[in-house]
């Protein structure tokens, strides 16, 4: 199994000379970066910042004291809220925070105020730099209804739809034209809720009535779109990067199909579902809807790719939790480029030089129970063991003797591998679950381990509903008798109650056994 | 009679014996020796059937936590007393518990509120849903545990009731 | 200690010949045992699960702790009484080992006449505490029984050794400061009542246990009152409001891990130190006693060799090996046990009787704990004998025997006839623990002596009468004399009536002794002393 000798961003050593560990030069606009996020996002961008010479200040609830993030930055500040979410959402109470501190850039990580306009602005407005687009940008994308309105009137292209408001009268007919089978949204949802999927065209009427009707109950507002649905969609993005300057370059794709409840569980790149072709032209469309919006900083453009046609879905001006593999295969720090393009400087590099080596695959550690229906799960980590070696990264929120809670996002950790083909990268990815040892909160890394070996995920059969049609990955397997022993051995063996009645017995007796006369 | 740990859901009944310096374990019909040496910083060596191999473990009260060839396992320690216990005398008290964990939003009862079965008591907040948690039978309530924004735990007690009496 | 040099060929036909029919005989004793222990009709055991109880045996599996040995005393007590419907006299007794404690355990079979006590299952249970107070072991009662089986209330009630002896015991035990735990599963009732009520601990199951002096019945024959089961003594009014019992179970589980934990707070014992070392399996095989015990009892054998099939590793002392050859007196390990065994090569001479006080003596200076293997057809007689005072012999060895202090433990191997059963400690001599062998015979004199005793009777008076009989005559009045005396000399005859703690297979002794010398050291040993030697 072949794999790469051990680079790392993150200390700066490697062959990309884009990551050799450069310190910014003093007249850059900031020396001083708020992180404005916990876990492990907030430790990556502090770990960039601190090898770019800047001073890093992290924001932080109670209950995340205790920290990796914390425990690394320059400066750690504790923020309040009602709840430790609310806290990680007060616009004004981390501006502040920022300014008494001296920071002079805010990086808002994603998630929370990554995507929020108003945050953005307030940034501007009170003097500090926003690590990412500008707010009118942040605007434009973040409405799905008028971004994809206007990447369609840009000529890029987009799934065939019917939005009701622009006739409510011609709604239903022109939900009909798109042709089944249709997703009928709420204009005003998120998160999944709401979503029909219509096959039976006959049934469109009453169904348009239930949508509306939960969407009233839901979201306060009856307003549907209805879009033409991809049978076993793929979702492929695409990483964009651009500069205040006007260039932008794209980072080829990232595959993200393998997901519960609409969330990501393991990314990819590159997809093994694009040829060469589909591919040059999935990212010169991304490339090209961000140069339309006039895109600086690192955003993703995401696809919806199936039956060898891709539709625009939407884009997210912030970096994603994914944006890993995209670092490995290309040796690009894409936190130090968005710090780069805050500062003012131009892209360090042409498309041209971007050439991507070998396949990553980036696997979400989650404490929940896949079993279960992936519920969320709690407890204390006893004993943290995080594999290492050539090829894998592990960029992780959590220690030994921290507390994992219902307060936020159930994500633990993220295991990066990289290796010269996909086969590789899967038989090292499988080694690294198998040596991650995290005891004392349930996690899905053996679900994880289980969807590696998955003949159809090695076949890189898949699509959006890959665990449903597979249901016996999230299905913990049956222990049999062998394996059952050696657990209760272990328990048996640690535990005083058992021991001390197995010491208690007189040696006579211990000896003769179970003997009857 | 054996101890038991209970493994996904079910209870395996064991016992623990010792002869001379080995100790085995006995479940069922099936002995095995076996031995446990740890290893420094939560790792053993676990020989069983002679044949040894790498374990973590590590243990918060009655759980076990266990790391072998890959895959995690959690074993909780059973007490006889426990397992066999019937009804408490007392069943004057009906709880209600989070059915998984989460954050409370709402709270729509008070101490001293008298509730029908079925009757929404407080709304929590996981994995982005809504959950209704409702009264197990007709009482009064005698405390609710939680306030808004605290986040519990799975199996975690929300409201204590005091069971209505039939009428006889 | 040199291991025996065995002289025995296993491959003659007489050794064959024997292991055969003892093989057999043990055969035939486990499937008895098992009989006894485990069948049922079909309506006993459906009428305990309607009543929501565990067969004694569930209960034991539950209550003794697993992968330990239980050494079960008497299993075939009232075979050839009661026309045998009373199997075990409904009562199971037993050394056993709860949360790695060594107990005393008497349970009641409910399955076998509701539990209720006959004659013979009180003396059984008499005896296990007679050995629980002799050993200081700590008791474990499981109660549930009718009570007192009225029509042979004569047999069971009045007597010193008789009922009381039970709850009488049950006192000095606590007074000696052995504890005791009694689990109520049914109902204990008058006398029955006082065995949770003297014992230390007392567990109680909800619906099932009650405690009263007087039933219901009796309760309403006696004053009119008519009250339930529950409410006159159950589990809720004696656990929270009369302090009779002290700990409710819902079920019998719980009841029994309850009764696991309390044994758990006892204190353990300083047992009394005698000499020990690691132990070791004998060298010969022990299935070769099969062999080595003849068909007949007439024919003798080398009791060495069956020493050599118990000991650790078949090492034995011999003490005077070349005096008194009729009596084997000799030092070995048991179980690790420095032991003193005396084993009867042939009847007792003078020289024999000797040896055997001198030995005994030996042992109780040196706190040496003595085994009796039995194999005695009695004291030599004749004029000879008298004149160098072979009673006069044979009294200093009861008087060793019944001052001794070390524990005493007997295996009746074969023959116990006479007044060697006295000498060789015997059931009157308190052996903490008596054991027979299947083909083993016990009685006054032997069964072909006795029947020529009382049909000489028979015949001298026919004879007066004038009549010749035929030998065929003859017959018919010897063989059913002999018959019916062989039948109570037999092991299963003596086991019966509780002669003795049970009947073992042969190579089952060594695992019984160890059990029993390492419960017999609960207790502590005295100094040696003795009446007057007639010397």
Redesign the interface.
């Known amino acids: 199994m072949a794999s790469y000798e051990s680079y790392s961003i993150m200390t700066g050593s490697g062959r990309n000379a884009h990551c050799l560990g450069v310190r910014v030069p003093p007249e850059w606009p900031f020396q001083s970066v708020l992180i404005a996020n916990r876990g492990e996002i907030a430790l990556r961008i502090v770990r960039t910042v601190q090898r770019l010479g800047l001073r890093a200040v992290v924001v932080h609830h109670a209950v995340d004291a205790n920290a990796p993030a914390v425990r690394h930055a320059d400066l750690a500040v504790e923020i309040h809220g009602a709840t430790p979410v609310a806290a990680y959402l007060d616009g004004p109470q981390i501006i502040e925070t920022a300014l008494a501190a001296g920071a002079g850039a805010v990086h808002p990580g994603y998630g929370f105020l990554s995507e929020n306009a108003g945050f953005a602005r307030a940034c501007l407005d009170a003097g500090l730099i926003f690590v990412g687009p500008t707010p009118e940008v942040i605007e434009q994308m973040g409405d799905k209804v008028t971004a994809r309105s206007f990447v369609a009137h840009a000529g890029f292209p987009v799934a065939p739809s019917a939005i009701e408001d622009d006739d409510p009268a011609t709604f239903v007919e022109r939900a009909r034209h798109v042709g089944a089978p249709l997703l009928i949204k709420p204009a005003a949802g998120g998160g999944g809720k709401g979503m029909r999927i219509v096959r039976d065209l006959a049934a469109l009427a009453s169904e348009i009535e239930r949508a509306r009707s939960e969407g009233q109950r839901y979201f306060g507002d009856g307003r549907l779109y209805a879009e033409r649905f991809v049978e076993n969609p793929r979702h492929i993005e695409v990483q964009v990067l651009g500069d205040a300057h006007g260039n932008v370059v794209h980072l080829h794709e990232r595959e993200c199909s393998v997901q519960r409840r609409f969330q990501k569980i393991v990314e990819e790149t590159p997809s093994p579902a694009l040829t060469p072709e589909l591919r040059r032209d999935i990212c010169t469309v991304a490339a090209g809807i961000a140069r339309n919006a006039g895109y600086s900083g690192a955003g993703t453009v995401e696809f919806v790719f199936g039956g060898g046609t891709f539709y625009f879905l939407e884009m997210n001006t912030r970096l994603q939790v994914e944006h890993p593999v995209t670092e490995v295969v290309f040796g690009i720090d894409l936190v130090e480029q968005q710090l780069r393009v805050a500062a003012g400087e131009p892209l360090g590099f042409s498309q041209d030089e971007l050439q991507p080596r070998g396949h990553a695959i980036e696997l979400r550690i989650y404490a929940e129970d896949a079993a279960s229906g992936y519920l969320p799960t709690t407890g204390t980590i006893l004993t943290l063991q995080e594999p290492n070696g050539p090829g894998v990264r592990v960029d992780s929120g959590i220690s030994s003797g921290q507390d994992v809670t219902a307060a936020f996002d159930p994500m633990l950790a993220k295991l990066i591998v990289h290796a010269p083909t996909r086969d590789d990268a899967i038989a090292l990815g499988r080694r690294s679950l198998h040596d991650y040892v995290l005891l004392g909160c349930k996690t899905n890394i053996d679900f994880l381990r289980r969807l590696l070996a998955h003949p159809a995920f090695a076949e890189g059969e898949i699509h959006t509903g890959f665990l449903d049609a597979h249901p016996e990955v999230a299905a913990e397997p049956a222990i049999e008798s062998a394996l059952l022993h050696k657990l209760l051995a272990v328990a048996a063996l640690t535990s005083r109650p058992l021991r001390d009645?197995a010491?208690?017995?007189?040696a006579?007796?211990?000896?003769?056994?179970?003997?009857?006369? | 009679?054996?101890h038991a740990f209970r493994l996904m859901g079910v209870d395996h009944e064991l016992?623990l014996?010792r002869s001379g310096g080995v100790y085995?374990v006995?479940v069922g019909d099936i002995?095995v020796a076996a031995t446990l040496v740890p290893r420094g910083e939560h790792a053993h060596e676990l020989t069983v059937r002679d044949v040894a191999e790498r374990v973590v473990i590590a243990r918060h009260g009655d759980d076990v936590h266990v790391h072998l060839d890959g895959e995690t396992y959690l074993l909780r320690y059973s007490h006889?007393?426990e397992?066999?216990?019937?009804?408490t005398?007392d069943e004057d008290e009906a709880v209600a518990r989070a059915p998984m964990p989460g954050a409370v939003i709402a709270v729509s009862v008070e101490p001293g509120a008298t509730v029908r079965r079925g009757q929404a008591l407080l709304l929590i907040e996981s994995m982005k849903m809504e959950t209704t948690i409702v009264a197990p039978c007709d009482g009064t309530v005698q405390a609710v545990h939680v306030a808004i924004g605290q986040t519990f735990d799975r199996d975690a007690l929300l409201v204590t009731l005091e069971r209505l009496k039939e009428a006889p | 200690m040199k291991r025996i040099d065995s002289a025995l060929d296993t491959r003659s036909a007489e050794f064959r010949a024997n292991r055969q029919h003892n093989l057999a005989l043990a055969q035939a004793l486990r499937d008895q045992q098992a009989a006894v222990r485990y069948e049922r009709p079909e309506r006993d055991k459906e009428r305990l699960a309607r009543q929501n109880k565990l067969f004694v045996r569930d209960r034991l599996?539950?209550?003794l702790?697993?992968?330990?040995?239980?050494?079960?005393l008497s299993?075939l007590a009232a075979n050839m009484d009661y026309e045998g419907e009373v199997p075990g006299a409904g009562i199971v007794t037993g050394i056993g080992?709860v949360?790695?404690?060594?107990v005393m355990v008497h349970a009641s079979d409910a399955s076998v006449k509701g539990g209720a006590w006959y004659p013979l299952s009180v003396k059984k249970i008499v005896r296990a505490t007679d050995i629980a107070v002799e050993n200081r072991l700590p008791m474990v009662h499981l109660c549930d029984s009718a009570g007192g089986f009225l029509p042979l209330q004569a047999e069971l009630f009045a007597d010193r050794h008789y009922g009381g002896r039970i709850f009488r015991n049950q006192a000095i035990l606590s007074k000696m400061g052995v504890p005791q735990v009694a689990v109520v599963l049914g109902h204990c009732t008058a006398g029955g009542a006082y065995v949770p009520a003297l014992s230390d601990y007392s567990v109680i199951v909800?619906g099932n246990g009650a405690i009263f002096l007087g039933g219901p019945p009796l309760v309403k024959a006696a004053t009119g009152e008519e009250v339930s089961a529950d409410d006159l003594g159950g589990c809720?009014l004696h656990t929270r409001i009369s302090g009779t019992a002290d700990y409710?179970?819902?079920?019998e589980?719980?009841a029994?891990?309850?009764a696991?934990?309390v044994v758990?707070q006892w204190k353990r014992p300083v047992k009394a130190e005698v000499e020990w070392q690691e132990?070791e399996p004998p060298f010969y095989d022990p299935s070769e006693l099969y062999g080595i015990v003849p068909r007949d009892i007439k024919v003798q054998f080398d009791m060495r060799e069956v020493i050599a099939r118990m000991v650790d590793g078949s090492r034995f002392h011999e003490y005077q090996p070349a005096y008194a050859t009729t009596l084997v007196c000799g030092f070995a390990h048991l179980?690790?046990y420095k032991v003193g065994i005396l084993a009867n090569n042939g009847v007792l001479f003078n020289e024999s009787a000797q040896k055997g006080s001198h030995f005994i003596q030996l042992c109780n200076q040196n706190r040496t704990p003595l085994v009796f293997l039995q194999n005695i057809t009695g004291f030599m007689v004749g004029r000879d004998y008298e004149r160098r005072g072979i009673t006069k012999d044979g009294a200093k060895m009861i008087m060793a025997v019944a001052g001794s202090e070390v524990p005493k433990f007997t295996v009746i191997c074969n023959g116990s006839f006479g007044a060697g059963n006295y000498g060789m400690s015997g059931r009157a001599f308190d052996p903490r623990l008596l054991f027979m062998w299947p083909q083993s015979q016990i009685s006054v004199m032997g069964a072909e002596q006795a029947a020529n005793v009382l049909a000489d009777v028979k015949l001298r008076q026919l004879a007066r009468t004038g009549a010749q009989l035929s030998p065929e005559e003859i017959s018919a009045i010897r063989d059913p004399v002999v018959k019916d005396y062989r039948r109570q000399s037999s092991a299963l005859y003596s086991t019966s009536r509780l002669w003795d703690d049970?009947i073992?297979?042969p190579v089952?002794t060594r695992?019984?002794l160890?059990?029993a010398i390492?419960a017999a050291l609960n207790a502590p040993i005295a100094a040696p002393s003795y009446g007057v030697f007639r010397v």
């Open positions: 009645a010491d208690a017995v007189p006579l007796h211990a000896a003769i056994g179970a003997w009857r006369n | 009679m054996a016992w014996s085995q006995h002995s006889s007393l397992r066999f216990a019937g009804q005398a | 599996q539950r209550l702790d697993p992968g330990t040995p239980f050494l079960e299993t080992i949360s790695g404690r060594e909800r809720d409710p179970a819902s079920n589980f719980e029994f891990a309850i696991r934990d758990a132990p179980w690790g049970g073992l297979d089952d695992n019984a160890g059990i390492s």
